[in-house]
Nanobody, 117 residues
Framework: QVQLEESGGGLVQAGGNLTLSCAAS????????LGWYRQAPGKQRELVAQ???????NYAGSVKGRFIISRDDSKNTMYLEMNDLKAEDTGVYFC???????????WGKGTLVAVFS
């Protein structure tokens, strides 16, 4: 099992930017199911972006073109750069590891992002 810890959330005005970090222990090397998820108030948790490796990145349609996912295996850290934030981006953001065929087996505790207009 991998321990995950998110950081970087906060309160930001619409149109602003934030970068989230997900620190992993012991390692993310070789893990291709890394991803960011979010849960808005009263809604189900949803996938925001996945990064199987540096050459492959997938985004939810609602964030494509605004968010950038990246990873640094030497630092065992994954990032989510969020630009042009909108009120609908508000929620708790989690990093998770998806393992076939089990689904997401490792979760962080989440970091809150609140966007106000």
């Amino acid at each position: 099992q991998v321990q995950l810890e998110e950081s970087g959330g906060g309160l930001v005005q619409a149109g602003g930017n934030l970068t989230l970090s997900c620190a992993a222990s012991p390692t993310i090397s070789g893990i291709n199911g890394l991803g960011w998820y979010r849960q808005a108030p009263g809604k189900q948790r949803e996938l925001v972006a996945q990064i199987p490796n540096d050459d492959s990145k997938n985004y939810a349609g609602s964030v494509k073109g605004r968010f950038i996912i990246s990873r640094d295996d030497s630092k065992n850290t994954m990032y989510l750069e969020m630009n042009d934030l909108k009120a609908e981006d508000t929620g708790v953001y989690f990093c998770g590891i998806y393992r076939v065929p089990f689904g997401v087996t490792d979760w962080g505790k989440g970091t809150l992002v609140a966007v106000f207009s």
